[in-house]
Every structure is written in structure tokens, then in C-alpha cells.
């Protein structure tokens, strides 16, 4: 079940255009953002995994279609990390694979509370401005 959006369509090509930028960063020799922290990569993966599941848990109701959109995201995960195995410049590492699934478990999390109704909120807003 979806929230009541009036711009639903615009929201969801806004989360598919997130999964293409992730699939896009996470198979490039060079990704556009990299961290110098140590450990920041892992920063990384966590934040898009979670940031991600949020954006769709601000789309769709708690319920199966968490459990679908949490499942596609830990299968993208696990495919990106394999693809990354099998090129000359970048590689496969299991901590990668750890923080891409704690950032889903994370954005599943926040999408369970009243975070999720960011964007209804945001909608009103502007509906209102419109006025």
C-alpha cells in the first residue's frame, strides 16, 4: 500500500533514479564522492543503503512492501559487491556488504516512524504555497 501523494509518480522516479545512481557509483573505477576518513567507504554504503530505504518507506506503507523494497535493496547489495569482485579496479569486501545491510536494517527502522510521513508533509507545504 502506497501513502496518499499527490506527486507519487515523481517520487517514486526520484527513488528508481537513486538505485540507478547507487548501481552507477558502486561499478565505476572512480566514484564521484570517496572519503579520506578511515572507514569512510563504509560511512558511505551504510548512508546510501539506509538513506534509500528510507526514501521508499516516505513511499509505501509499513508491511510487505518494506519487506519487498528491503530485500531488493540487501539483493542489490550483495550483486553490486559480486560485480565489484570481478573487475580490475574495484573489489569485493564483506565489511562493504555488512554496512549496505545495516543501512537498509537503519532506513527500515526510521521509515517505521513518523519520519515517514516527510513527504505528505512536505506536499501540504506545497499545496499551500501555491495559494
Known amino acids: 500500500m502506497m501513502r496518499p501523494l499527490r506527486l507519487l509518480r515523481l ?3 526520484l527513488g528508481l533514479l537513486g538505485v540507478c545512481v547507487l548501481i552507477q557509483q558502486s ?3 572512480s566514484p564521484a564522492i570517496e572519503m579520506e576518513l578511515p572507514g569512510g567507504d563504509k560511512l558511505l554504503h551504510f ?3 539506509a538513506t534509500l530505504m528510507l526514501w521508499f518507506g516516505f513511499i509505501y506503507l509499513p508491511g ?3 519487506l519487498k523494497i528491503g530485500a531488493g535493496l540487501i539483493l542489490i547489495g550483495v550483486t553490486m559487491e559480486i560485480l565489484q569482485g570481478t573487475t580490475d579496479y574495484r573489489s ?3 565489511p562493504d556488504l555488512i554496512c549496505n545491510f545495516l543501512g537498509v536494517m537503519a532506513g527500515w ?3 517505521r ?3 515517514s510521513t516527510a513527504l505528505i508533509h512536505f506536499e501540504r507545504v506545497l499545496a499551500h504555497l501555491k495559494r
Do not use: M, V
Open 11 to 13: 517520487w517514486q522516479f
Open 92 to 94: 569485493f569486501e564483506y
Open 47 to 49: 548512508s546510501a543503503y
Open 113 to 115: 516512524t513518523r519520519l
Open 109 to 111: 527502522l526510521f521509515a
Open 64 to 66: 510487505k512492501a518494506y
Open 27 to 29: 561499478l565505476t573505477p
